[in-house]
């Protein structure tokens, strides 16, 4: 990294590069050590295993295997930048960076990538090959642009800074190294006998390594060993793939503010502003069989699903944001923040498969962490008896700190859903799916978010589920089509669409009181331990005052169930935690 700096009047140019190259080992050594069991002690003494396994092994060679990649990425930047004083009391600030994020690659050359066919031959003309995870994007420019002002009537006491700007981003590694996943690396397998009785004829073999020093050395099982097809797929049984776009988009973030920022006077500061973003290109995760299915494209019995991995994800973020803080003065400092705020996504968790592959927006909605409103008070004191920074009385009465946080937000999002698990799986029979939202919400539900509304059916915002078993009063089903065959069958019939958005619902809000108090003893100045030795008592109180959280992940929300809209759990009820501490 190389970063150099040019001043010319009123400029303040920067630029600058830097070159990144990612070594990530991708292995998992325990995989790769057979385990074998017994049915009995004279089976064991006579070699005479029931299972073997699970562990992965070569399948070209039956040789048992780590899944070892060493895997490499090259990540590069260069960036300009001018910060220009346009006046005493104004700045500008203009720059642009170009970013690139190369393919993930193995040094091994034993990463294997998923090509789907063309056209509606996407899952039957699909082929395995060696090869880099996807090809990279080159156009990643980022132009930034900001100001800081401070008009001269107020004395330097208020300053408004804005800006925009355009970042780019590398996709999460522990995502793209799940194309070791493919076909071709490694195949996980087990054989186990079913009665002392039976035979072994599954092909169990049995040994130990040649090497004792060593996890390597095993013998190979030849019962492990598969022929592939000119398609790299294997020729018997079927197997889950997982498929990146060839060309793989930059995820991108476009990001605004503005604020104004006034100081009170008496070591007070308020602030108020404005935060936003945009984000595009971001990971949508899918079972790669649903949407081909839906399309009417004939399945590839050779594939009974993995992963697909598109960049069709967007999501926003707005909010504004309100702080007074007084600085550290007179033993004493206090900062409060209140955020509003909202922000939407097609999916929150990158590994999560949401409801409607076929079309992502049906999939918009609050994101899973979205909190409208967010309060935080944050205080410490430092009391000074004795000043002097070497009293002996200050080192002995004094050292106290009281600190605490006080955090309140008014709650989750979460979604009510339609389960088809007992009819079978929407779009295809090895797709998955098994949830839907509901066609329409039918009214006469409550909006309530306090705790007593989520504690008991009778009580909640759904009463009539306590006498009906069920949330059909308030929600109705979607129509749809479920598979369920051997062998595998799909349809282009597609559900209703939702009528309830994705987390258009809100759980409890959630408060607590933490609190810190800490005592320091100065000890005199002595050889070796200095003359700023202490022993310090500490004491944190987490939820002080035993508030009552529940635990969003508990929320009931299929709407089949006698209890829908309850939460049957809490989070953690007030914790003391006591600790010493010897510095010098």
Request: aromatic share 14%.
């Amino acid at each position: 990294k190389e970063v150099a700096t040019k001043i010319i009047g009123r400029h303040t140019i920067k630029f600058g590069g830097e070159a990144t190259r990612l070594f990530y080992l991708d292995a998992c050594v325990p995989c790769g050590v057979p385990s074998y069991s017994f049915f009995n002690l004279w089976d064991f003494l006579n070699d005479a295993p029931n299972h073997e396994g699970y562990l992965t092994a070569d399948p070209h060679t039956g040789l048992p295997t780590t899944q070892r990649q060493d895997q490499r990425e090259n990540i590069m930047g260069f960036f300009v930048q001018d910060d220009w004083k346009v006046r005493p009391n104004l700045t500008v600030n203009l720059g642009l960076r170009w970013s690139y994020f190369g393919p993930l690659s193995s040094k091994e050359n034993n990463m294997y990538v998923a090509n789907p066919g063309p056209g509606s031959d996407y899952l039957t003309l699909l082929t395995v090959s060696k090869g880099d995870s996807w090809k990279a994007q080159k156009n990643n420019f980022g132009p930034e642009i900001g100001f800081a002002w401070s008009p001269t009537k107020f004395n330097n006491r208020l300053v408004f800074r804005g800006g925009y700007g355009l970042n780019y981003n590398q996709e999460e590694i522990a995502i793209s190294a799940n194309i070791a996943g493919n076909p071709g690396l490694d195949i996980g397998v087990y054989l186990s006998l079913p009665s002392p009785s039976s035979p072994n004829n599954l092909g169990i073999e049995y040994g130990v390594s040649t090497n004792p020093h060593s996890i390597f050395g095993y013998q190979p099982n030849k019962n492990f060993i598969l022929s592939f097809g000119p398609n790299g797929l294997p020729t018997t049984g079927s197997v889950g793939v997982g498929i990146f776009p060839n060309t793989l988009p930059t995820t991108r973030v476009h990001h605004y503010s503005f604020d104004m920022q006034y100081d009170l006077g008496h070591q007070y500061v308020m602030s108020l502003g404005y935060q936003g973003s945009l984000s595009r290109d971001i990971f949508f995760h899918e079972n790669p069989l649903a949407v081909p299915a839906t399309l009417g494209y004939a399945l590839n019995p050779q594939i009974n699903g993995g992963d697909y991995w598109s960049l069709n994800g967007r999501g926003n973020y707005n909010a504004m944001l309100a702080e007074v803080k007084h600085q550290f003065s007179h033993q004493f400092m206090a900062d409060a923040q209140y955020t509003w705020s909202r922000s939407m996504d097609t999916s929150s968790a990158p590994y999560s498969e949401q409801l409607y592959p076929y079309n992502v927006g049906l999939n918009y909605g609050r994101s899973d962490y979205n909190v409208t409103n967010a309060f935080k008070l944050f205080g410490m004191w430092q009391p000074t008896f004795f000043h002097g920074s070497h009293s002996w009385a200050e080192k002995i009465a004094g050292g106290w700190s009281l600190s605490g946080i006080f955090n309140w937000h008014s709650g989750f999002p979460w979604s009510p859903f339609v389960s088809t698990n007992t009819a079978g799986n929407l779009y295809c029979a090895q797709c998955g799916y098994t949830q839907l939202y509901p066609a329409a919400y039918l009214g006469g539900a409550g909006q309530s978010t306090s705790n007593d509304s989520f504690e008991q059916p009778h009580s909640s915002n759904f009463p009539l589920t306590a006498t009906q078993g069920n949330a059909n009063a308030y929600f109705s089903t979607p129509t749809y089509t479920t598979y369920n065959c051997t062998p595998a069958c799909s349809g282009t019939s597609l559900p209703q669409a939702p009528g309830v958005h994705r987390n258009s619902l809100t759980l409890p809000g959630y408060k607590d009181v933490d609190l810190t108090l800490a005592k320091s003893f100065g000890l005199p100045k002595m050889p070796v331990l200095g003359e700023n030795a202490r022993f310090e008592l500490r004491m944190d109180a987490y939820n002080v005052f035993n508030n009552l959280n529940l635990n969003p992940d508990s929320i009931s929300n299929n709407i089949g169930n006698s209890n829908f809209g309850t939460i049957n759990s809490a989070l953690a009820a007030r914790v003391l935690q006591l600790g010493a501490r010897f510095s010098f």
